[in-house]
Each structure stands twice: as C-alpha cells, then as structure tokens.
C-alpha cells in the first residue's frame, strides 16, 4: 500500500520561506512531484524530480524561488518555498507514479498520477 504525508505548511508573511517534506512507503525509488491547488482553482504542477534527484522540473511560476530535492535513504522529498507570495497560498499536495517519470509529471494531466498525499496547506499574508 502506497502511502504519502505531507507536513511543513503553515502561515508565513510574504518574503518568508518554508520547507515541505514528504515521506513515501510502499513504493520507493520512483519519480515524485508536488502539486498545488488554490481556492476555486485547478490542482497545478509545481516541481518534479526523477528517481536519482539528477533531474528537476518546475513550473515557471516557481522557477528560482522554489527547490525540490530528495533523501532515498529516508524515502522523502522536500519542495524549499522561498520568497514566498501572497498567489502562493494554497494546499500543497505530493505525488507519486510508479511508471511515469519526473518529466511526465510535469506535463501531464493531475488524473494520470496514481498517488496522493493529503495535502498540506500553505498560507502566505501579505
């Protein structure tokens, strides 16, 4: 059974940071990405990384303010949220596939991705 937890959201002003953390079983050394969905907003592509953490993508909405990175010994991804926005306000989902890879999940529709965590929520004040 494949399980994934989130934790590290919370309420931070804008200009803050926060790192999100997110501990898979059940199923390990495969791609994972983090999601994000607004109020009244579709679930979006946020960063992704392959299996080995030589490969990264990110939305262009993140690019240079976000980092997503991985311990395999620990079985757990981070997404590192720095100079956070106000539009960045919303629950952060992690994900996991066991076929698609890192690239893939940063194209393809949310629906294709077999494993989610529950979310964390993340709140930016302005």
């Known amino acids: 059974q494949v399980q994934l937890a989130e934790a590290g959201g919370g309420l931070v002003q804008a200009g803050g940071s926060l790192r999100l953390s997110c501990a898979a079983s059940?199923?390990?050394?495969?791609?994972m990405g983090w999601f994000r969905q607004a109020p009244g907003k579709e679930r979006e592509f946020v960063a992704a990384?392959?299996?080995?953490?030589?490969?990264?993508y990110y939305a262009d909405s993140v690019k240079d303010r976000f980092t997503i990175s991985r311990a395999n010994a620990k079985n757990t991804v981070y997404l590192q949220l720095n100079s956070l926005k106000p539009e960045d306000t919303a629950v952060y989902y992690c994900?996991?596939?066991?076929?698609?890879?890192?690239?893939?999940?940063?194209?393809?529709?949310?629906?294709?991705?077999?494993?989610w965590g529950k979310g964390t929520l993340v709140t930016v004040s302005s």
């Open positions: 994900a996991l596939d066991p076929i698609l890879s890192a690239q893939a999940m940063a194209v393809l529709p949310t629906k294709d991705i077999d494993y």
């Open positions: 059940g199923l390990t050394n495969k791609a």
């Open positions: 990384i392959s299996w080995s953490g030589d490969n990264t």
